[in-house]
């Protein structure tokens, strides 16, 4: 496969994990966090879910590093919980944004808490689909172990008295 179609699939993959993210974010809170009317045709839902996810992306990959510097000496206080903040942030700002995003405590007034709460939940949702998927960034090394007593050459295990 070529390097080119390989950082496409990769994004693809991360785009969709993003969007069912959002996608069970917006279930979970639904009566809080909003993409479309509900009675809006299915299509018309999917086209805002799928702008939502892909403007949510676009942010974590370009603006959440500045806001990550800038923020750097809290985050290093907290020791990382900052950026679940950071990532409230930038939900807000998808609000600001786009006009059929709607993040409110109320119906109507705009609500900080169920972003941060919207941002942890979409976190905890693409961390799991990340690991497992094997999208995410973490590798676990391993070894193959030595089989035991290799014929007497001296290298099996010791035992320290």
Same mark, same amino acid.
């Given at each position: 496969m070529q390097p080119g179609s390989k950082k496409l699939l990769?994004?693809? /993959?991360?785009?969709?994990?993003?969007? +069912?993210a959002v996608m069970v974010t917006v #279930?979970?809170?639904?009566d809080h966090i909003s993409y479309s009317n509900? /009675?809006?045709?299915?299509? &018309? /839902?999917l086209k805002n879910l799928l702008e939502v996810s892909f403007l949510l992306g676009m942010l974590n990959a370009f603006v959440r590093p500045i806001l990550w510097l800038i923020a750097l000496p809290l985050v290093l206080l907290t020791l990382g919980l900052f950026m679940f903040v #950071?990532?409230?942030?930038?939900?807000?700002?998808?609000?600001?944004?786009?006009? &059929?995003f709607h993040?409110?405590? @109320?119906? +109507?007034? &705009?609500? &900080?808490?169920?972003?941060?709460l919207g941002a942890l939940v979409?976190?905890?949702?693409?961390?799991?689909?990340?690991?497992?998927?094997?999208?995410? =960034? +973490?590798? +676990?090394?391993? =070894?193959?172990?030595?089989?035991?007593?290799?014929?007497?050459?001296? @290298?099996g295990p010791v035992i320290d008295v």
């Open positions: 990769r994004f693809l /993959q991360s785009w969709l994990i993003n969007t +069912v #279930i979970i809170l639904r509900p /009675q809006s045709p299915w299509l &018309f /839902q #950071i990532n409230a942030l930038l939900l807000s700002l998808l609000t600001l944004l786009l006009p &059929f993040i409110t405590s @109320d119906g +109507v007034h &705009f609500s &900080f808490l169920y972003a941060f979409i976190s905890l949702i693409s961390s799991a689909l990340n690991l497992l998927t094997g999208g995410s =960034r +973490v590798s +676990v090394p391993t =070894r193959t172990p030595k089989k035991p007593g290799g014929g007497g050459s001296g @290298d």
